[in-house]
């Protein structure tokens, strides 16, 4: 009875690369993690499902089901029926087919709390406390978007505003300031007016207008402050700022089509010349303070306590467009970490909880933003490797500081923590196409015509998507790892028969993918094709799994999701990470077995003695356990003492 926890964390980390994880924690970089892990037990050969990717595996970790079972089954979810290429952002939780523990959970009476858990929006509780859901931050906004659309941002994504030409940037220019009332200024300010040009706002809305004025302090011969206002008044000075420093948080609302919205946001001065000429005035986007929690509305209960910011998916396009430096990334990304686990800290003091389970998602925006100049194999100057991994390093403390700030909320002596992620990263290689396969052997015809026209190749935000003839085309590859014939009576305007022509189509396909060979390396991208039911061997299968499915050897493609679970390249390395630390558990031990996602949900069930949901797939990880059979023994003793009182009380009376 005494190794049974009173409560249970799970706290997830996206997308770690786990060799370096572990050395830095060993190194003492990361001191949360290496305490839980000289309390607990961990693993090197944490295998993930497959696809190696964010909203099926964070399914997986939460309901114990493979993918084939819980139906997401990869990044973006496809539904039978739906036009081959309408694939959509993987967030809708009703799109889920497994019960989640939390499901179970409530049902028995107990309560929970989910915090920025992917795929679980509009809400899985009954009774309990979610935050987020809806993306991979707070204010992040992909439920149901086509693929095409990329993500959202509420109310927008992060903006700049500069004198100079930025990608996507409002530009602006300065003359001698003006039409200020109440506000002081010296005569030699400059100021501008702007009109925000909106990224992706989730709620159409009102473009607002920014006054920014530049100054000179007292006492100073160069322009060193800059002024954000709504209104050229007192009261409509949002803050004053120095060059190269962040401004106080301010709040406002915004006229949105769902009417009035409150938003929290900050500038960063991140460039102004003394000469007041250029200026380059970061902000991380304008973030809602509400519409991102059940139940509705507690947002106001905690959001001026908490540190940071609502962040959605912040900072590394900024990175890569150029508007914001190595440093400033990492302070971003510490504005999401403070927040999120400000924010976890106040539910779990707050609310009550006997299970908790949260995601942090930066570690995964590393790599895509610049896993290519980590890698000595793939980076464009290896001189700036140290640099680089030095931003690393910060983004993997900062997710170690808020798993600290989140365990204080708690007595480690009766919780047991699960520290997982959902799968690893590496860097990009080569570009690999499998529709440009498809067309060059005349199965996939567009009808935007040209011979296999390059699909523009980017993660950030929107994706092009071209138009297909599906009059003509026989086999289409979505999403990472699926390939779909286009079958009649199936699909839409399907043209494969099913039976005979469909086998004969798939054989081909799978020789096509096989026999194709990289011309420049002599390399085979791809390691492995399947039809749809010799991929249960892998856990796919079913309507929601293509008529086949593929995987991609790690030199070629992206960060993640057509790689094998098991897959190394460079630096990169896709196996998960799995630290288990409680009551019941052995320490300071790495264990050697392989661990699976879908075996999180049974043995937090096992310990904690909760009802395992209905559709849980793993199994115990017993080689984690002091006692493996301790819960036996126990029912034993149980049994025995029951035995004897019922002797007792049957015993005929003495006398
Ligand atoms: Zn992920």
Known sequence: MANKPDKVMVIGIDSTIVPRLYKWAKEGELPNLQKLMDRGVFCRNALVPYPTITPPNWTTIATGAWAMTHGITDYDTFIPGRELDDTRNGYLAEEVLAEGLWTALENAGKNVIVANYPTTWPGVLKNGYQIGGCGLGLTDWRVELPISAGNYGSLTLDFLITTDMYPFADEVTFKKASGWQGVELSPAALDTEVTIALRRPRWPMTAPKFYVALDKSAGSTVYDTVIVAKAKTKDGVYCSVKAGQWSEKVYDTFQTVEGPKKAVFQFKVMELSPDGQVLRLYCPGLNATEGWTFPAGIEEEFVKECRGLPLG????????????????????TQLQHEFQADASYYLLTHKPWDYFITHVHPVDWIYHAFGQELDPNTAPDKSLIPAWTALELEIYRQSDWALGRILEATDLEKTLVVVVSDHGAKAAGKRFKVNELLAKAGLLVYADEGPAAPEKETTLGARPQRKVDWNKTKAFAQRHIHIYLNVKGRDPHGIVEPGEEYEQLREQVIRLLYDYTDAETGRKPIVLALKREDAAMI?????RVGDIVYAVDPAFGLEHGEFLPTAKWGIGDLHGLFILAGPGIK????IERVVRLVDVVPTVCHLAEWPVPAQCEGGIIYQALEDPNGKNR??????????????????????
């Open 539 to 543: 856990q796919l299968g079913g309507p």
């Open 313 to 332: 998916k912040t900072g590394w396009e900024a990175l890569v467009y150029d508007w914001v430096d190595r440093q400033t990334m990492g302070e971003i």
């Open 587 to 590: 320490q300071g031990v790495e």
């Open 634 to 655: 126990e029912l034993e003793s149980l049994r025995r003492n029951v035995e004897r009182l019922k002797r007792m009380v049957e015993r005929p009376p003495m006398c």
